[in-house]
């Protein structure tokens, strides 16, 4: 077991610097963490010992481990198929979608969460579903998560001790006794309240007479000690991610609020929820799991939630928010395209926090809320790759497939930085949706809520700007080599095998803009072929959108060829058959690097990835246009023979 691990992570640091090599590219294999024990609290004169799991990977719950059973369905981890049940858990940080808190709930009140979480850096996500657990659920068996930082982290990766203990202290701190011997380590769960009274008393004041009020305030302050956050700032607009059905805990959380009053106190909107919430009859969702997703939105609405939204893209609603307002925002692309593109400025908030959050009206004053903050940490440079490749980038078609692959590259890339990426502004133009797609897949791989990219991006116009951000970075900087961008290519289009046939096209994750509309009624009108029987094509969009599209009429030609459309819910939430193909083998191609890395383990199911251009081309032939890289990405590489071959 321990060489298995050691191998685990060399294999992850390979990947890193950038080989073509693949890595997890079949499905997981389950394997036990040996032995298990009871979830119990540490004290001080008894320590916890538990078996350990090592990464230098980051890990997202959301689509990285089962909320059942705690096994790691991230096909793209090195961890894929490990129990962490009862482990000693060791990451760098987690990553990706905000719903990791959900999934933590899920995980201690299903009797299966790690004993431990020790982090080489904070993660307020992971550490809000085990408050919650606690505030809301009265649970006192709870994983501890504490972090180690740097050296700490790189010396428990490399004695890969077989098993760690953790002792308690009278403080903040818990001690972690391994081989090399006892050091001490942040308890995140234990931290001091560091809000200032002076900017509490109208919130303390103002919540006496709110049961649910006083208790979404008390989680906060527990949350903003994380971060050593002093004060409170006020919000302009909510989005809250937690309205996803993984199970009962996240439906009691909002129903007990509800109870209580709750009521949001900022302009709210709503994300995917896991069914459509007129059409789940029509579309064969099992009508138990029907009833609970619906619930958990009608909460939510009770609330005083805008009930035109229920989407992922909440940028594409009226009245999307300005550069430089505070807003507090959940789901990951969100979070990462109202920063980024938009320059608002929100961190990435976990499920459950959202609405607590817009109860109160305020966040606490830290992170990407501050401007020094927004500050980039290391540069990502794509300038000679796209410069020298340029003329070819801008011949094919199918070109639209390189903003999330490079998105999906430049979160790895940024090792939990907030990166400067230069090189794009090379391009002609730079689309809306092209900077959507790029958001999505960077927020599935990167953990900042943030990028700045040269000359593109609203914090990072202008040679003076760009050479402040420069400076910035300390000469920490990253180099894009083809070889970076064809592994990431061939991870995310990981399905590839013996055979060429699709049997789903799935679009819309992020929801389809109305641009995307048309540019797909386009593709499918433009040379008159029909959709090929047998082959589903289903598109999920907000039904702000959809009804945009509908007046347009690019929705009726749509459908006129077979598109499928589903509103309300997106494909990180579409986990089961109907929608999902019964058979287990068979291939589902999307266009969205969010969705292929997610994909495999939610659905168990084997991904394509492409352009939206060879998702209309699958449909209409039911095979993957090409076998290979695509037209874009084979400039970038003399062809091997493997290609060649292909």
Not at 20 to 27: A, D, K, L, Q, V
Not at 89 to 113: D, F, H, K
Not at 192 to 214: G, P, R
Not at 578 to 591: E, G, R, S
Request: aromatic share 6%.
């Amino acid at each position: 077991m321990v060489q298995s691990r050691r191998r685990a992570v060399g294999r992850v640091l390979t990947t890193i610097e950038g080989g073509s090599s693949r890595t997890n590219s079949r499905p997981c294999k389950l394997t036990q963490v040996p032995p298990t024990m009871p979830n119990v609290n540490i004290n001080p004169k008894t320590p916890l010992p538990g078996p350990a799991l090592y990464s230098a990977t980051p890990l997202s719950f959301w689509g990285g481990i089962d909320p059942r059973t705690g096994v790691v369905i991230d096909r793209q981890h090195p961890l894929c198929g490990v129990s962490t049940k009862h482990s000693m858990l060791c990451l760098p940080s987690g990553r990706g979608s905000c719903t990791g808190s959900q999934v933590m709930l899920e995980l201690i009140l299903n009797g299966v969460a790690p004993r431990a979480v020790i982090l080489r850096e904070a993660d307020v996500i992971l550490c809000v579903g085990v408050i919650v657990a606690e505030e809301f659920f009265d649970v006192r068996d709870l994983p501890v998560i504490c972090v180690v930082g740097d050296e700490k982290f790189e010396e428990l990766l490399k004695d890969n001790d077989d098993f760690i203990s953790l002792r308690d202290t009278a403080n903040e701190d818990v001690v972690i006794e391994t081989k090399r011997g006892p050091f001490a380590a942040k308890n995140l769960l234990r931290m001091k309240d560091t809000l200032e009274s002076s900017s509490m008393a109208a919130f303390d004041d103002s919540y006496q007479d709110s049961h649910a009020k006083a208790l979404a305030l008390k989680t906060i302050r527990r949350v903003a000690s994380i971060s050593s956050a002093t004060e409170l700032i006020p919000i302009k607009s909510a989005h809250i991610d937690a309205v996803t059905y993984i199970g009962r805990g996240g439906l009691n959380f909002v129903q007990k609020l509800v109870q209580l009053g709750g009521k949001v106190a900022v302009p709210t909107t709503l994300n995917s929820q896991s069914v459509d919430r007129r059409r789940w009859k029509q579309l064969g969702v099992d009508p138990t799991y029907a009833r609970n997703a619906n619930s958990v939105g009608d909460a939510y609405l009770e609330m005083g939630c805008e009930e035109m939204s229920f989407t992922c893209a909440p940028y594409l609603l009226p009245g999307r928010p300005q550069k430089g307002d505070d807003i507090m925002w959940g789901e990951s692309n969100a979070v990462v395209y109202s920063n980024s593109i938009l320059g608002a400025r929100t961190e990435k908030y976990a499920d459950y926090f959202d609405i607590l959050a817009a109860m109160v009206g305020a966040v606490p004053k830290v992170g990407v809320h501050i401007t020094e903050n927004r500050m980039p940490t290391i540069i990502i440079d794509a300038e000679e790759l796209i410069r020298e490749h340029l003329p070819r980038l801008l011949s094919c078609r199918d070109v639209d497939s390189f903003f999330p692959a490079m998105g999906w590259l430049c979160g790895n890339l940024s090792d939990g930085g907030i990166p400067l990426i230069l090189g794009f502004d090379a391009l002609p133009s730079v689309s809306d949706d092209n900077l959507k797609a790029f958001c999505a897949a960077f927020g599935t791989t990167g953990t900042a809520p943030l990028f700045h990219m040269a000359n593109v991006t609203p914090e990072a116009m202008g040679d003076d700007v760009v050479q402040e951000l420069l400076l910035s970075c300390c000469h920490k900087r990253e180099i894009v080599t083809k070889d970076h961008l064809i592994h990431a290519y061939e991870t995310l289009d990981d399905g590839t095998g013996d055979s060429d046939e699709i049997h789903l096209v799935a679009l819309g994750n992020p929801h389809l803009s109305l641009t995307e509309l048309e540019q797909l009624r386009d593709m499918v009108t433009s040379d008159g072929r029909p959709k090929k029987d047998g082959i589903e094509v289903i598109a999920t969009l907000g039904r702000h959108v959809h009804s945009e599209g509908r007046k347009l009429h690019y929705v009726q030609s749509l459908e006129r060829f077979g598109v499928r459309f589903i509103n309300d819910t997106c494909w990180c939430m579409l986990l089961d058959p109907p929608i999902i193909p019964h058979n287990h083998n068979a291939m589902i191609l999307t266009n969205s690097a969010k969705y292929a890395t997610y994909g495999p383990g939610l659905t168990n199911r084997r991904m394509r990835f492409g352009s939206m251009l060879d998702c209309v081309e699958a449909s209409k032939t039911g095979k993957m246009p090409h076998r290979g890289l695509p037209l874009w990405l084979r400039s970038f590489s003399t062809l091997s023979i493997r290609h060649l071959l292909k």
